[in-house]
């Protein structure tokens, strides 16, 4: 019996370290959020995170953040500029230039941090600090922007 013992100890002490590959429960949700995003038609990557422009001469590296972007299609006419808004107390604002935001803004869950629309695509920057139902709702409204992108002349 003792022998017993001691091997099933010894056998659990070998695979003690293996415990360590397994995801934990914040890695399966977010491995869930973004299978859902991708199944909906959304792509998910790295990209940084829009910003005030800074001081010249005073260039900060981008912040890296997670972007769940729709793909657009091409603008048939001229491409479209990429303009990007960040929230802010009284509403969205642009960045680059006095552009209004696009209406489905206001669908989107309020742990975004800045949303952008380029000739490739448009889409949300967050860091997935949300439930799935969060991505239910960026979903939502990038499905919504990207009809008033394509509708738009």
């Given at each position: 019996?003792l ?14 370290p293996?415990?360590?590959f ?7 949700q ?7 995003a991708?199944?909906?038609?959304l ?46 107390a ?64």
């Amino acid at each position: 019996m003792l022998k017993l013992l001691l091997i099933l100890f010894i056998v659990a002490l070998a695979l003690a370290p293996l415990t360590h590959f397994l995801p934990s429960k914040r890695q399966r949700q977010v491995a869930r959020m973004r299978e859902y995003a991708a199944v909906h038609g959304l792509f998910v990557e790295f990209r940084d995170l829009p910003a005030r422009p800074s001081v010249p001469g005073r260039e900060k590296r981008g912040e890296q953040i997670i972007y769940y972007g729709k793909r657009l299609p091409p603008s048939r006419r001229e491409p479209r500029e990429r303009t990007a808004w960040l929230p802010e107390a009284d509403g969205w604002r642009s960045l680059q230039k006095r552009v209004d935001a696009p209406l489905a803004a206001e669908q989107l869950p309020a742990s975004i941090l800045a949303i952008s629309v380029d000739e490739g695509s448009c889409g949300a920057y967050w860091q997935e600090a949300g439930e799935e139902a969060e991505v239910e709702q960026i979903v939502a409204a990038l499905e919504a922007w990207q009809e008033q992108l394509q509708d738009s002349p």
